[in-house]
């Protein structure tokens, strides 16, 4: 069973430019947690979603980002016009459905670098 | 607005020692993670800790909960040198709809031969 998998691993985008970042939950796993680590900080939750759904983006910043998780495919966090600020490694997680008392189970990350 | 606070944030000691790490937190919950993390890697789950009273061991490491003190410690025994990474804690609210984690600022644990 594979894990999170999260593309790209490594993304470079000028100043202005979108970055689009993918994540593929764990077979089985319906619910969708986006989280990102500013460098020597610990994670901050941004997004988390269901399919089709937004459950709480109560820590997406209100300007530039979005994200979404459709019926097919992977969930997309999507920050448009970038700044040097945007530059962290952003996680996502999967779970198998609300309220569960199983945890969270990471990606391996993509690390965003804004020049 | 939950808060989850680490101490301390930066542990250096020798092999051998034993040494814990503390996690205060300051609402009400009885869920809460203990996450490992390498330079440029993701998280690797350590403990999940799911009551008041929970004690996990896993090798060099026992994690423990007291819900009514809102805090969880994490002891190190015999530190080894693969042991060295950042340390965090996460806390959920565990209620229907706040299912998201909430982290602590990390522990940076290096062990010195």
């Known amino acids: 069973n594979a894990g999170v998998m999260q593309n790209p691993r490594h993304l470079v985008r000028r100043r202005g430019q979108e970055a689009r970042l993918r994540c593929s939950p764990m077979?089985?796993?319906?619910?969708v947690y986006w989280y990102r680590q500013l460098p020597e900080e610990g994670l901050k939750f941004m997004v988390y979603?269901?399919?089709?759904?937004?459950?709480?983006e109560s820590g997406m910043p209100k300007e530039r980002f979005s994200a979404e998780f459709p019926k097919e495919g992977p969930s997309i966090l999507r920050i448009q016009q970038v700044v040097r600020g945007d530059s962290a490694a952003y996680f996502c997680?999967?779970?198998?459905?609300?309220?569960?008392?199983?945890?969270?189970?990471f990606g391996p990350g993509t690390r965003l670098t804004v020049t | 607005e939950l808060k989850v606070e680490q101490n301390p944030l930066f542990l250096s000691m020798q092999e051998g020692k034993n040494y814990t790490i503390y996690c205060n937190y300051s609402?009400?919950?009885?869920?809460l993670y203990w996450y490992r993390q390498d330079p440029g890697k993701s998280l690797e789950s350590l403990f999940v800790l799911l009551s008041n009273g929970a004690v996990k061991q896993e090798g060099r490491l026992m994690a423990s909960l007291d819900t009514k003190a809102r805090l969880s410690t994490l002891h190190i025994t015999a530190a080894v040198h693969d042991l060295s990474a950042t340390y965090f804690c996460?806390?959920?609210?565990?209620?229907?709809?706040?299912?998201?984690?909430?982290f602590g600022t990390g522990t940076r644990l290096t062990i010195i031969p």
């Open positions: 609402t009400t919950s009885d869920r």
């Open positions: 997680a999967s779970s198998p459905k609300r309220r569960t008392r199983d945890e969270q189970y």
């Open positions: 077979k089985g796993h319906s619910h």
């Open positions: 979603l269901q399919k089709e759904n937004i459950i709480d």
């Open positions: 996460a806390v959920d609210m565990g209620n229907f709809g706040n299912e998201k984690l909430t």
